[in-house]
Nanobody
Framework: QVQLVESGGGLVQAGGSLRLSCAAS????????MGWFRQAPGKEREFVAA????????AYADSAKGRFTISRDNAKNTLYLQMNSLKPEDTGVYYC???????????????????WGRGTQVTVSS
């Protein structure tokens, strides 16, 4: 089992940047493929990005390509999401998620993951 805690959210103006972190504890972090999702009020949770065990493979939603970068530091048990050129439509609660013992970056569905954090709020003002 793994516990996930997100941080780094906040209020930022359009065009700004934020870096989200997800600290993992419990079972060996490098055994998990990881992902970021977000959920806006009244909308379903949607895929943002994912990364495989080693960090060598990544995948992004079209809305994130070219603006967001997912990365991980297995020595620090931490997942990151660097978000640049933020837009008001990026507003939402951002969640990190973990899939145990699965070496892939193509994990775009909520049901692909075993564990979830509680989320961190990101608000982008226009």
């Amino acid at each position: 089992q793994v516990q996930l805690v997100e941080s780094g959210g906040g209020l930022v103006q359009a065009g700004g940047s934020l870096r989200l972190s997800c600290a993992a504890s419990g079972r060996t972090f490098s055994s998990y493929a990881m992902g970021w999702f977000r959920q806006a009020p009244g909308k379903e949770r949607e895929f943002v990005a994912a990364i495989n065990w080693s960090g060598g493979r990544t995948a992004y939603a079209d809305s994130a390509k070219g603006r967001f970068t997912i990365s991980r530091d297995n020595a620090k048990n931490t997942l990151y999401l660097q978000m640049n050129s933020l837009k008001p439509e990026d507003t939402g609660v951002y969640y990190c998620a973990a899939r145990y013992n699965y070496d892939s970056s193509w994990l775009p569905r909520v049901t692909d993951y075993n564990y979830w954090g509680r989320g961190t709020q990101v608000t982008v003002s226009s």
